[in-house]
């Protein structure tokens, strides 16, 4: 069973950016997605981007297309976010995941345990 570990979090300006990591302890099979979710105070957990393992597709909520990138590293089982242009309303905590699909934020593998997660602050 794959697990995830984030890091990288912390307060940055708005204009600004952050690299968040995604470490994974095991190999992610060729199928699986992988990507990013956030979860601010009383919100919902919701998707942020997405990484194919086994292949180079990307994608992107629309709130953050053209700031935020995506990509992962399969020598070193990592995934990470390159974070451009912070908004406040950026300003989450964010988690990383996996599932079979771009639905892993709200169903990710079965058996995945969710990471603590790494806090992004924006100041404005």
């Known amino acids: 069973q794959v697990q995830l570990a984030e890091s990288g979090g912390r307060l940055a300006q708005a204009g600004g950016s952050l690299r968040l990591s995604c470490a994974a302890s095991g190999r992610p099979y060729s199928s699986h997605v992988l990507g990013w979710c956030r979860q601010g105070p009383g919100k919902d957990r919701e998707f942020v981007a997405g990484?194919?393992?086994?292949?180079?597709?990307?994608y992107y909520a629309d709130s953050v297309k053209g700031r935020f990138v995506i990509s992962r590293d399969t020598d070193k089982n990592a995934v990470y976010l390159q974070m451009n242009n912070l908004k406040p309303e950026d300003a989450s905590v964010y988690y990383c995941s996996i599932g079979t699909d771009l639905g892993f934020c709200q169903q990710p593998l079965r058996g995945f345990a969710w990471g603590q997660g790494t806090q992004v602050s924006v100041s404005s």
């Open positions: 990484i194919r393992w086994g292949r180079t597709s990307t």
